[in-house]
């Protein structure tokens, strides 16, 4: 039958078929990322977010302070400039405490626990992380770009250079932090998304 015309090809699908069965076999049981070394990457990012947001706090409330008191003709920009800090401060420590409880969830491993948790709501949960980390970056970026020119505050006294420091290294963490909770996000995802497969919803 070999040499007929079908030969070659129907051997070909023959050696192939049992080759993609295999490779699918092996997909469909790989494990999911483990959530709990992902909780690990989580509960070690809050702090160093927490030690970006005091920075931005505390450098806020100073810049705040000495533009109220100058004469500076652009106080009222630096006024509102420390008021952002001071803001963005407690947005990040309100992340670092979300990215904590987050971390929690991954730890207790409620895709293999047999908790009874909805894929889809775990799905949901770790789509806010991800868009958390993505913001997070984002604004870092932006605030480095501001940090890259303090001159004028640094003149008039309203800032000075170890606080301007203090600030490009807390938005450069800013963007780290963010990044590393999008990687985190994306792998819990993949865990969610190969929970999905195997309960056979599209």
């Known amino acids: 039958m070999w040499h007929r015309r079908f030969g070659p090809p129907l051997a070909l699908l023959l050696v192939v078929i049992p080759f993609a069965a295999i490779l699918a076999v092996v997909g469909l049981s ?7 070394d992902v909780a690990g990457t989580l509960t070690a990012t809050a702090p160093l ?14 810049v705040t302070q000495a533009a109220q008191a100058s004469t500076a003709a652009d106080r009222l920009t630096w006024i509102a400039y420390g008021q952002h800090l001071i803001s963005d401060g407690k947005t990040l420590h309100d992340l670092a ?7 929690a969830v991954a730890a207790s491993d409620p895709l293999h626990s047999g908790r009874n948790i909805p894929v889809a709501a775990l799905e949901a949960r770790w789509e806010q992380l991800k868009q958390d980390g993505q ?9 480095q770009s501001i940090t890259l020119d303090m001159a004028p505050g640094i003149s008039s006294g309203i800032i000075n250079a170890a606080d301007a420091k203090t600030l490009q290294d807390a938005s450069t963490g800013m963007v780290d932090a963010g990044e590393s909770i999008v990687r985190a996000a994306n792998m819990l995802l993949g865990s969610t998304d190969q929970m999905q497969r195997w309960m056979g919803n599209p």
């Open 30 to 36: 790989a494990a999911p990322a483990d959530e709990t």
């Open 49 to 62: 977010i927490d030690a970006h947001a005091n920075a931005m706090t505390t450098v806020g409330e100073r």
């Open 97 to 103: 405490a979300q990215v904590r409880d987050d971390a």
């Open 135 to 143: 913001a997070t970056a984002e604004h870092g970026r932006v605030m």
